[in-house]
């Protein structure tokens, strides 16, 4: 009505405007012929009379299209509402049905829709509060099996407002898309961890044997999940997974790592996996560059384990075995040759190790240092010490005229950085955990020399990597790099006895993950002038320490009868130092086969765990955060209290021995 109204309006306005220019001409005519004022004031009231006329029937005729029109579009609507392919119902927000077509009747007739048009309701008028008006009310929403979205629109009725949903079934549509997701592609590389370490002790007709029996196992586990495998090389194989069938090895642990524990040589010794699978990509080839990402990540992790690599997100498996030395005094000499060159290369070497420095990362630094001057370039080494952990280390350092201007901030190690400079990170593979994330983010050439189970944080561009599971400690590497350089390395004592030291402190005096190698490198720092009674005496505790540590171990509580977790409560510096001397002291009781202590560090808690091999508390801190090796690990967590945290790590540590069922 309002437009017919507007056409009404337009076409009386034209008119008067038309009348106004006939007046005005007959008024000029009137002026010059008086005698045809009358004539004029007749015709023009004629014509004033006509347009009224006309304008009179104009109206009715209009009025009445649109009324026919109005009638007609009625009908069609509510033909197309009652007839409408899709199922439609008309409410008010308040739960009031007003209306629904025969097709909503007849899609929902043997279902109770009430509930979900409630849900539904209760959500458009939470679109309502926030203003928040969308085009699709439900992007999908499940209805007895089936899938449908659900698109609407809403108008102000009263105090209420009145709502209008269509359900367009998309469950075609939906199976579709999950069929295509489910044939999604995931690309895996399977690799025989200790292959050359076995193999070369067996005669070849068990040799054989023993590599038809593996393939055998691996080929039956692939076909159970409708995939293939294929040998790669002799301990290398490819691997090709629907998405669909990821899930179900995930639920089974991926079993084939203890079906091949097994299979075992006449030597007794024992075969084990590494395994990686990768759906990060957007082509098959990327997926596989993935996949070989992630398989240096679990070798380097210590084998004997499995990784499925989605997007950013990395799912281990495994990895409860303990490491076997297989280390080559080839690699190193390489490692060693090849450190040598990009010192010289450079303009000066900053070394820089993890976050609350110990005698490992200090002593591994030293060497490394060590080496740069015998190469005649300047070192640095970057040391930020919190608390009384390193001070009588430190002390002792002090008197070396030579580490006057070596040890050196985080924010002046970036003052002296420059496009010359190698940093070379001691002691962690991890990015975050590093003494000045900044400084490694600028530096252009990095060199890595780490023991630890590599994380999936690790640093990835580094120029050299010298990363070894299977060594002892930091330490040791560095030694075994000063001892294979082809320039001869002088160490003085206390370099020496700092190398000594982290060697002494990881292995806990030569008790854990202590290997052949472990050895000597140590009788190498021994014929360096080692005094080993000093070293001792920096390892001691002093009285009140001790106390600390008596008190903690007291309130220590078992879990599984043989897990020990306790809590040091105090507000203290050096209460990571505390907790790791605690955690170790607590593996010296009898049936205690790991340990863990918890204590308050800054805004922090930390955790200290260890383990004398049947536990792998590595794995279990990995899911706290945390890292290190079978033995011996320990975590970070912030944002959580002291008690919140031990519930935290004792739900870890159930779902570690659920997984293992």
Do not use: M
């Given at each position: 009505m309002n437009h017919s109204k507007k056409v009404l309006d337009k076409i009386i306005s034209k008119t008067k405007i038309y009348l106004a220019i006939i007046a005005i001409l007959l008024i000029v005519i009137c002026i010059y012929n008086h005698w045809l004022i009358i004539p004029s004031i007749i015709i023009y009231m004629l014509l004033v009379i006509y347009a009224y006329w006309t304008n009179t029937k104009r109206q009715e005729e209009l009025t009445e299209h649109i009324k026919n029109l109005t009638f007609s579009l009625d009908k069609v609507a509510k033909i197309a509402l009652v007839n409408s392919p899709f199922?439609?119902?008309?409410?008010?927000t308040n739960g009031n049905l007003i209306f629904?077509?025969?097709?909503?009747?007849q899609e929902f007739a043997n279902i109770d829709i009430n509930n979900y048009l409630t849900n539904i309701l209760n959500d458009v008028k939470l679109q309502i509060k926030n203003n928040s008006k969308k085009e699709k009310i439900y992007d999908e929403i499940e209805i007895?099996?089936?899938?449908?979205?659900l698109y609407g629109d809403y108008m102000p009725l009263r105090d209420e407002h009145i709502i209008i949903i269509y359900f367009v079934d998309d469950t075609k549509l939906v199976e579709l898309e999950n069929l295509f997701d489910d044939k999604d592609m995931y690309i895996g590389l399977v690799m025989i961890d200790n292959y050359e370490e076995i193999i070369q002790r067996l005669d070849d007709s068990e040799k054989a044997q023993l590599m038809a029996m593996i393939e055998k196992k691996l080929y039956d586990w692939a076909s159970d999940y409708k995939g293939i495998i294929l040998k790669a090389e002799r301990d290398?194989?490819?691997?090709?997974?629907?998405k669909q069938y990821i899930k179900e090895i995930e639920d089974k642990k991926f079993d084939i790592l203890d079906i091949i524990k097994d299979i075992q040589p006449s030597d007794k010794t024992q075969f084990t996996l590494s395994i990686?699978?990768?759906?990060?990509?957007?082509?098959?080839?990327?997926?596989?560059?993935?996949?070989?990402?992630?398989?240096?990540i679990v070798l380097g992790r210590g084998g004997d384990q499995a990784v499925i690599h989605e997007g950013d997100k990395y799912r281990f498996f495994g990895g409860r075995t303990q490491e076997l030395e297989k280390r080559t005094k080839v690699k190193a000499r390489i490692i060693s040759h090849a450190l040598e060159g990009l010192i010289e290369e450079s303009s000066k070497v900053i070394v820089m190790g993890h976050t609350n420095s110990d005698m490992d990362c200090v002593g591994s630094s030293l060497g490394i240092y060590r080496l740069a001057k015998t190469l005649d370039k300047d070192g640095y080494i970057v040391l930020n010490p919190k608390g009384d952990n390193l001070s009588t280390f430190l002390n002792e350092l002090s008197q070396e005229s030579e580490y006057d201007n070596v040890i050196v901030s985080p924010d002046k190690a970036i003052d002296l950085l420059d496009d010359d400079t190698l940093l070379v990170v001691v002691d962690t593979n991890k990015k975050n955990y590093v003494e000045s994330a900044e400084l490694l983010e600028k530096a252009k050439k990095i060199v890595v020399v780490d023991h630890?189970?590599?994380?999936?944080?690790?640093?990835e561009n580094a120029t050299l990597t010298f990363h070894e599971v299977y060594a002892s400690s930091a330490a040791e590497l560095v030694t075994e790099l000063i001892e294979y350089a082809q320039k001869e390395v002088n160490l003085t004592s206390i370099e020496a006895e700092a190398l000594y030291s982290g060697i002494m402190m990881d292995t806990k005096t030569f008790t854990f993950k202590t290997g052949v190698r472990t050895f000597e490198a140590a009788a190498y720092l021994r014929k360096c002038g080692v005094d080993i009674i000093k070293v001792k005496k920096w390892f001691q505790s002093d009285f009140d320490t001790y106390n600390k540590i008596s008190n903690i171990i007291g309130k220590a509580q078992l879990v599984y009868d043989t897990i020990a977790i306790s809590v040091y409560d105090e507000e203290d510096e050096d209460s990571n130092v505390v907790c790791a001397k605690a955690a170790d002291e607590l593996l010296t009781i009898s049936n205690?086969?790991?340990?863990?202590?918890?204590g308050k560090l800054n805004d922090k808690i930390c955790i200290s765990g260890r383990s004398i091999g049947d536990i792998n508390v590595q794995v279990i801190l990995e899911k706290l955060g945390g890292g290190g090796h079978i033995t011996l690990a320990g975590a970070q967590v912030e944002g959580m209290d002291m008690d919140e945290v031990k519930q935290e790590?004792?739900?870890r540590i159930n779902e570690y021995f659920s997984e293992q069922i």
């Open positions: 199922p439609l119902v008309i409410a008010e629904r077509n025969t097709k909503f009747n007895d099996k089936k899938t449908y979205k290398t194989f490819v691997c090709i997974f629907e990686a699978i990768s759906n990060d990509g957007t082509t098959n080839l990327e997926k596989y560059k993935t996949a070989q990402a992630s398989l240096d630890h189970r590599r994380s999936p944080d690790y640093i205690i086969t790991a340990s863990f202590v918890l790590l004792i739900n």
